[in-house]
Structure formats: structure tokens, C-alpha cells
Nanobody, 126 residues
Framework: QVRLVESGGGLVQAGGSLRLSCAAS????????MGWFRQAPGKEREFVAA????????NYADSVKGRFTISRDNAKSTLYLQMNGLKPEDTAVYYC???????????????????WGQGTQVTVSS
């Protein structure tokens, strides 16, 4: 069982930046493919970004490409999401997710991930 705890959310003006963190209780964190998802009120959970355990190709939703950067520090068992150029439509609860499996291309499907955090709220004001 892996426990994921997100932090770093908050209220920011449009154009601003936030960095989300996801601390994992996983001794073999580097063996997990990690992802970020978000869910706005009244909408389905949607993919944001994903990253393999070690090296490899990162994967981004078209809506965040060029603005968000996913990264990880395996020594600290922590996943990050740097969000720049925030827009009101980025407002959502952001979740990190984990799957102990190596993929050729980190998946966008929520069903591909086994473990989920409780989420952190990001609100972008116009």
C-alpha cells in the first residue's frame, strides 16, 4: 500500500504560479509511474501530466503543455508539478496518482493508476 499526500495548492491570480508536491510513502518510489490529475466542480477527473520512474518520456495534456512541468525526486520520494501561467480554467482539485509498473509511455487513463492522494485545491482568480 502506498500513501500519497499532496500539498502546495492555494489561491492565485491568473498568470501566477504554484508548485504542487506529492509525498509518497514508497521505499521503492523509483519503480512507480506517477501522474497528476485534476477535477473541477461538475466535471470528470482529467489527466494533467505523467512521468516514468526513472528517465523516459513525460506526458502532458494539451491544455497544460508549455505551462506545467512534472518532475520527481526519487531520493525524497516526492513528485512535483510546477504550474506557470495559470488560468481560471485550471481551477480544480489536483490529485497525484501512482502505479508500480513501467510503461513505454506514461498513461493518461486514470484507471491505469492504483494509488491516489486526497487532493489539493487550486483556485485561479481572474
Amino acid at each position: 500500500q502506498v500513501r500519497l499526500v499532496e500539498s502546495g495548492g492555494g489561491l492565485v491570480q491568473a498568470g501566477g504560479s504554484l508548485r504542487l508536491s506529492c509525498a509518497a510513502s514508497a521505499p521503492t518510489f523509483s519503480t512507480y509511474t506517477m501522474g497528476w490529475f485534476r477535477q473541477a466542480p461538475g466535471k470528470e477527473r482529467e489527466f494533467v501530466a505523467a512521468i516514468p520512474g526513472i528517465g523516459g518520456i513525460t506526458n502532458y495534456a494539451d491544455s497544460v503543455k508549455g505551462r506545467f512541468t512534472i518532475s520527481r525526486d526519487n531520493a525524497k520520494s516526492t513528485l512535483y508539478l510546477q504550474m506557470n501561467g495559470l488560468k481560471p480554467e485550471d481551477t480544480a482539485v489536483y490529485y497525484c496518482a501512482a502505479r508500480q509498473l513501467a510503461f513505454t509511455y506514461p498513461p493518461q487513463r486514470a484507471a491505469a493508476y492504483d494509488y491516489w492522494g486526497q487532493g489539493t485545491q487550486v483556485t485561479v482568480s481572474s
